[in-house]
């Protein structure tokens, strides 16, 4: 079974850095994209960006771009999100995902999600 | 960016009902969509993928159509488990994007 554990969120003041980690488990985590997502309390799904299986190809969203760094160990079998320069409009829920089976940019299946609030 | 519209939202619909959720996307992207399914306090789930394919496990009430810039979601026959939001999601190109949700409720 695949599980996906996400760790690292918290409260943090504007301006400040989080780095969230994802634990994943019950697949070869090499053979997959991974993503991290998030969802703004009360609001809709926002995918902030992307690595690839081996870790050379990355894509991240206009609003984080510049200011985040996605990661990933294939020897720990973990995905990193490493924020820098948050704001306010960084609080959100943040979910590790897996690329799917069939396309990498599927998302399947998701972790439970760590929350970040960014606020003074 | 590819701008992803669902419509209607909320829906009222009643346990046995037939729901249909429409998302239009702002420009055409072939069979590149996803729905997905949450529920309060749930992290999303995958039920359609390619516009019509049926994720495994998914029930077969739940099916998809579409290509290009029109898609649906179909719910035959609603049962007390699916009210919850659903989400497109289009993954012809960067950044993916997703719909702003359509909650169904019941009446």
């Known amino acids: 079974e695949v599980q996906l554990v996400e760790s690292g969120g918290g409260v943090v003041q504007p301006g400040g850095s989080l780095r969230l980690s994802c634990a994943a488990s019950g697949f070869t985590f090499v053979d997959y994209a991974m993503h991290w997502v998030r969802q703004s309390p009360g609001k809709g799904l926002e995918w902030v960006s992307l690595i690839g299986g081996d870790g050379g190809a990355t894509y991240y969203a206009d609003s984080v771009r510049g200011r985040f760094t996605i990661s990933r160990d294939i020897s720990k079998n973990s995905l990193f999100l490493q924020m820098n320069s948050l704001t306010t409009e960084d609080s959100a829920l943040y979910y590790c995902?897996?690329?799917?089976?069939?396309?990498?940019?599927?998302?399947?299946?998701w972790g439970q999600g760590t929350l970040v609030i960014v606020s003074a | 960016d590819i701008q992803m519209t669902q419509s209607p939202s909320p829906v009222s619909a009643s346990v046995g009902d037939r729901v249909t959720i429409t998302c239009r996307a702002s420009q055409g992207i072939s069979n590149y969509l996803a729905w997905y399914q949450q529920k309060p306090g749930k992290a999303p789930k995958l039920l359609i993928y390619?516009?019509?394919s049926l994720q495994s496990g998914v029930p077969s009430r739940f099916s998809g159509s579409g290509s290009g810039t029109h898609f649906t979601l179909t719910i035959t026959g609603l049962q007390p488990e699916d009210f919850a939001t659903y989400y497109c999601?289009?993954?012809?190109?960067?950044?993916?994007?997703f719909g702003g949700g359509t909650k169904v409720e019941i009446k």
């Open positions: 999601q289009q993954a012809n190109s960067f950044p993916l994007t």
């Open positions: 390619a516009a019509s």
């Open positions: 995902v897996k690329g799917s089976d069939f396309s990498n940019y599927w998302f399947d299946p």
